[in-house]
Nanobody, 123 residues
């Protein structure tokens, strides 16, 4: 079983910055992709940013140039640096990780989600 624990959310004024962290722990053999999704009230969950094991990144058009995703491979941790925040960035941000578990000799795949962290941007 793989657990994800997020931190770093909060309340910030428009134009400000926040940094989210997500640490994975448990029966991890390898992690391929780590990503941040977000869900605003009344809307569907959407991808904000993702990073692969090879370091390739992709971003939603709405956050390009403002958000930066990075990863500490040794710590199984992913970060999301959010700059120039806008009120429309207000959402619950969820961490997601895909990879292979070391729970048994078949190294089964896993896809885990964090509990979510609230980001609120005031105008």
């Amino acid at each position: 079983q793989v657990q994800l624990v997020e931190s770093g959310g909060g309340l910030v004024q428009a134009g400000g910055s926040l940094r989210l962290s997500c640490a994975a722990s448990g029966s991890i053999f390898s992690i391929n992709r780590m990503a941040w999704y977000r869900q605003a009230p009344g809307k569907q969950r959407e991808l904000a940013a993702a990073i692969t094991s090879g370091g390739s990144t992709n971003y939603a058009d709405s956050v390009k140039g403002r958000f930066t995703i990075s990863r500490d491979y040794a710590k199984n941790t992913v970060y999301l640096q959010m700059n120039s925040l806008k009120p429309e960035d207000t959402a619950v941000y969820y961490c997601n990780a895909d990879g292979r578990s070391s729970s048994n000799r078949y190294y089964p795949t896993f896809s885990s989600w964090g509990q979510g962290t609230q980001v609120t941007v005031s105008s």
